[in-house]
């Protein structure tokens, strides 16, 4: 193998990871559709699980053991914010190179929600 292919690899794989951590982070904060729960709104649901449960056949009181671990993992963490400018960074500065490498177009970014100014800092264009 020469040094340009193992070069050409290694910088393969840093793009890659480069792309894959910022896009894992954008779908992470996507945000959900609806009215936003509060804390106050969680709290309520709980309550109203374990009355429900004392009256429930096997089969709905499993159902309401995962919703209530659902509502408690979301309840922990409301409120985290993840700032995603330094993985946007790294993003930019391998995106057009990425896409130009396989083949991906300015529509599949923007369909899997990379914002358009960040296409535009990476240089990547609809013409691309």
């Given at each position: 193998?020469?040094d ?5 690899l ?94 991906v ?24």
């Amino acid at each position: 193998m020469t040094d340009a292919h193992k070069a050409a690899l290694a910088q393969g794989r840093t793009e890659s990871q480069a792309v894959r951590v910022y896009l894992e982070a954008l779908r992470a904060n996507k945000p959900v559709r609806g009215r936003k729960r509060t804390p106050e709104s969680i709290g309520k649901r709980l309550a109203a699980i374990d009355g429900e449960r004392a009256s429930a056949d096997a089969v709905k009181e499993l159902r309401l053991v995962q919703e209530r671990l659902n509502l408690e993992a979301e309840l922990a963490n409301m409120g985290t914010v993840v700032d995603t400018s330094a993985l946007e960074g790294e993003f930019v500065k391998v995106a057009k190179s990425y896409g130009q490498r396989t083949g991906v177009s300015y529509a599949a970014w923007r369909a899997v929600g990379v914002p358009a100014a960040v296409l535009t800092a990476a240089g990547i264009t609809r013409a691309n």
